[in-house]
């Protein structure tokens, strides 16, 4: 097994990263590229599935080259999840995806949510998961009362992974962790759930293992006849990519959005948690806000400058007790909130303000929305971090990381991952084939620390009450924001 290479491929929110490497780790090749996202109408978030596929046969293409493309072994796929591609029964698309970030279902999802109490959800689901904007059933239902011509002509709701694999390999296949809020735990589709829509339980494709072969690649395409491995979403493969796989490590992935994820077998249902199944003796305690590096995006586009030179920027302007506050809920907020009417709020501004202290504001804002992540899964797996292990192109700025540990009181704990999430799919992919035996060792083998960042003792009390104030701020601003959202206050 010696010297068998491995592809690894994530379909992200801004990007599709590649890496080829081999089975002891060694990166041998890359390939990112970005596409569009539009924003059609206020709360619509799209992007063109095609986009993906261009950019991930564009990525075959560049492996094909590599002078020992004849040693790959496997491909393994991780996607964002939570968006959703109508296909037809040719798995073409019939209209753009309805990404994670997407709220145009809000009307649908309460409508659906009020059906399930919790007491019926942890008995389907095994936790109170919430049937919000951004969970299939709403999306269904949605593209059911305003688009019946493309309802009656859908036969697959996929998500990008699923619907790359359908396209490299003909097979329209999930798997139960991807599938978040559509499964029990015993990894089968929960019917409380599905059986809340006419037609939904015949659009969702067949569950396997994430270690499964979802089928070979299809003649006439590079690498022909290599397996796929049917893999899971990001936040899992993301989690393997930045070395956290064993009981009570935490880790805090910095993209589009900042996910917060706990391992611990211990559980204690919490709202606005995502709680996995077990699986393969790994229960995911699972927090994904909305906005980090968007946020970090928003206000780079704001100020006409690279995203990097805003952490520069607020480098300039050291946080102290009256530095102003940001809410980074610039389309709404998940987890643990999952509060589509809540939007981005300065406050505290003064005319001394200006564009570093308002970068620092933005960095510091995200922080504190992981900090509400953090301490609700530790809440829900019943233990507490000494340590977050970090990842992710957000983890890349010293003085982002350094904002975050401040304000997450733990040391935070680089890893070596460039590209996490795609390491993380070829990891899957080497075990599911057995070119790896076994994921614990593999990750642990594969993945190391690169550097540490520790909290500043002297900071500590003041971003204790900073966050503190930060959540004030959203309670008190949460009217004013949901009626410029158009939503009614709750």
Not at 380 to 402: K, Y
Request: with cysteine; charged share 15%; hydrophobic share 45%.
């Amino acid at each position: 097994m010696q010297g068998k290479l491995l592809i690894g491929i994530d379909i992200g929110t801004t990007s599709v990263k590649a890496v080829l490497v081999g089975s002891d780790g060694t990166r041998l090749d890359a390939y990112s590229c970005t596409y569009p996202i539009q924003r059609p109408e206020p709360g619509w978030v799209e992007q063109n599935p095609k986009d993906w596929f261009g950019h991930v046969f564009a990525a075959l293409d560049q492996f094909a080259a590599h002078p020992r493309a004849d040693e790959v072994t496997a491909v393994g796929i991780t996607s964002q999840v939570n968006t959703h591609v109508f296909c037809d029964s040719s798995f073409a698309p019939l209209m753009p995806a309805i990404t994670w970030a997407d709220t145009r279902a809000k009307d649908q999802a309460t409508a659906l949510d009020a059906q399930l109490d919790d007491i019926a959800k942890i008995a389907a689901l095994g936790a109170p998961i919430p049937l919000d904007a951004s969970h299939a059933l709403p999306r269904m239902a949605w593209v059911r009362d305003n688009r019946p011509d493309l309802w009656a002509r859908s036969a697959h709701v996929l998500l990008p992974k699923d619907f790359l694999i359908a396209h490299l390999t003909g097979s329209a296949v999930a798997d139960p962790l991807s599938a978040v809020g559509l499964v029990g735990t015993d990894h089968i589709y929960a019917d409380a759930v599905t059986g809340l829509i006419n037609g939904a339980a015949s659009r969702l494709p067949r569950l396997h293992d994430p270690l499964d072969v979802a089928g070979v690649i299809c003649a006439g395409q590079k690498f022909a006849g290599i397996p796929v491995v049917c893999g899971t979403m990001d936040a899992w493969a993301s989690m393997f990519g930045v070395g956290v796989v064993s009981e009570g490590q935490v880790m805090n992935l910095c993209g589009t959005s900042d996910v917060l994820g706990l391992i611990s077998e211990r559980h204690a249902p919490t709202a606005g948690v995502i709680t996995f199944p077990p699986w393969r003796g790994i229960r995911l305690h699972a927090a994904p806000t909305q906005a980090g590096g968007a946020a970090l995006g928003w206000l780079a586009d704001l100020f006409e400058m690279p995203p990097d030179h805003v952490a520069s920027l607020a480098a300039q302007a050291p946080i102290t007790a009256t530095s102003p506050l940001f809410l980074p809920h610039l389309e709404g907020e998940r987890a643990p909130l999952w509060d589509s009417a809540t939007r981005g709020t300065f406050a505290g501004l003064s005319g001394g303000c200006g564009r570093a202290e308002m970068a620092a504001a933005v960095l510091e804002g995200v922080a504190f929305s992981a900090r509400m992540a953090l301490e609700a899964v530790e809440a829900s797996g019943m233990c507490h971090a000494t340590q977050i292990q970090i990842g992710g192109g957000g983890a890349a700025s010293r003085v982002w990381r350094q904002i975050r540990a401040n304000v997450l009181g733990r040391p935070l704990l680089r890893m070596g991952a460039d590209e996490p999430g795609a390491l993380g799919a070829a990891v899957m992919a080497g075990v599911g084939t057995g070119l790896v035996p076994d994921l614990r060792d593999a990750v642990n083998r594969l993945v190391t620390v690169t550097e540490e960042t520790v909290p500043d003792e002297t900071v500590l009390s003041r971003a204790d009450t900073r966050y503190k104030l930060f959540c004030d701020l959203y309670r008190a601003a949460r009217p004013v924001n949901a009626a410029l959202s158009g939503e009614a206050s709750a």
